[in-house]
């Protein structure tokens, strides 16, 4: 099974689970940005204040793992639901961005670097 069956597999099930509670008419883009956003605070909150040390020692603990997993699920979920609703094809879309990446950052100029494609000698 390549990526883009796996991603659609995804969304099916995230959309069948949708619409066995009738939640389609709450899910238009606008508000499935804002839960998207929301549900990144809430994954970001998981390591806020923590030093790079802490929060990987969170994540190693049983409990951090699966609170991060719960976090990182919700904000899939919320993609695979924004990306139905506006009609854009996951997989198409992130293979199509990774390539336009490549070309802002050709592995000669950004290699180990950090700096955004503009300020790339």
């Not at 009609?87 to 000669?108: F, Q, T």
């Amino acid at each position: 099974m390549d990526d883009r069956d796996s991603i659609r597999a995804l969304q099916r099930l995230a959309l069948a689970f949708r619409d066995a509670r009738d939640w389609r008419r709450f899910h238009t883009p606008r508000n499935l940005a804002m839960g998207l956003s929301i549900e990144a605070a809430e994954l970001q909150e998981l390591f806020l204040w923590k030093s790079e040390d802490e929060a990987r020692a969170f994540l190693a603990s049983p409990e951090g793992k699966a609170r991060a997993s719960e976090e990182i699920a919700d904000v899939c979920v919320f993609l695979l639901y924004l990306a139905q609703e506006c009609g854009i094809d996951l997989g198409d879309a992130v293979r199509a961005k990774i390539e336009l990446n490549g070309k802002k950052y050709p592995v000669e100029k950004s290699y180990g670097k950090a700096a955004k494609y503009t300020d790339l000698e």
